[in-house]
């Protein structure tokens, strides 16, 4: 098969996504998706996923990281510093 035809193919999904694929967790505990599987779901190499525990079994779903900052009292104290200084540039 031509490299461009696999490709189509593979973007495609390759495979009817009704027929399931027998995968193997290794000893730590990592399985490997197959490459027709990701670029279904639009997982790219290195991209993060949700996997979230269902009646039916494991869902594992494309995400993304958001950075969550959690303050401190001092970062607080320097927030509503800024937000006075700022203030104070306005006549009000």
């Given at each position: 098969?031509k ?10 999904g390759?495979?009817?996504?009704e027929?399931?694929y027998?995968?193997?967790i290794?000893?730590?505990g990592?399985?490997?998706l197959p490459k027709?599987l990701?670029?279904s ?5 290195e ?22 900052e ?8 320097e ?7 700022e ?6």
């Amino acid at each position: 098969m031509k490299k461009a035809t696999k490709r189509k193919q593979l973007e495609q999904g390759g495979r009817s996504s009704e027929r399931p694929y027998l995968l193997k967790i290794n000893s730590r505990g990592n399985v490997t998706l197959p490459k027709t599987l990701r670029l279904s779901a639009g997982m790219e190499e290195e991209s993060y996923v949700l996997a979230k525990a269902t009646e039916d079994g494991i869902l594992i779903q494309p995400s993304a990281p958001i950075a969550i900052e959690i303050y401190s009292k001092e970062r607080i104290a320097e927030f509503q510093r800024l937000n006075h200084e700022e203030l104070g540039k306005f006549k009000l």
